[in-house]
Nanobody
């Protein structure tokens, strides 16, 4: 059974930093594209950052230059380093693992971790 477990969320003041971690188990981590999504109150879930199995990254415009996604295949873990946090970064952050093989697709989610940016 594939499991994704996020950690590292919390309350931080504007301008502060947090690092989120997502540990995976039950599958070959290196074969998956990984993503961090967030859902703010009253808004749809959006992709914040993604990293392919080959290490290519992409970011939503609002976090470019502030957030960095990385992965450690030896530890089966993906990270999201968040710097210069703003109140609008507040939300529940979800880890996602995605893979397509032929006609089959695989899509897994973590339970989410709350990030609150407030003074």
């Amino acid at each position: 059974q594939v499991q994704l477990v996020e950690s590292g969320g919390g309350l931080v003041q504007p301008g502060g930093s947090l690092r989120l971690s997502c540990a995976t188990s039950g599958t070959i981590f290196s074969a998956y594209a990984m993503g961090w999504y967030r859902q703010a109150p009253g808004k749809q879930r959006e992709l914040v950052a993604g990293i392919t199995s080959g290490g290519r990254t992409n970011y939503v415009d609002s976090v470019k230059g502030r957030f960095t996604i990385s992965r450690d295949n030896a530890k089966n873990t993906v990270y999201l380093q968040m710097n210069s946090l703003k109140p609008e970064d507040t939300g529940v952050y979800y880890c996602n693992a995605k893979k397509t093989m032929g006609w089959a697709s695989y899509d897994y989610w973590g339970q989410g971790t709350q990030v609150t940016v407030s003074s």
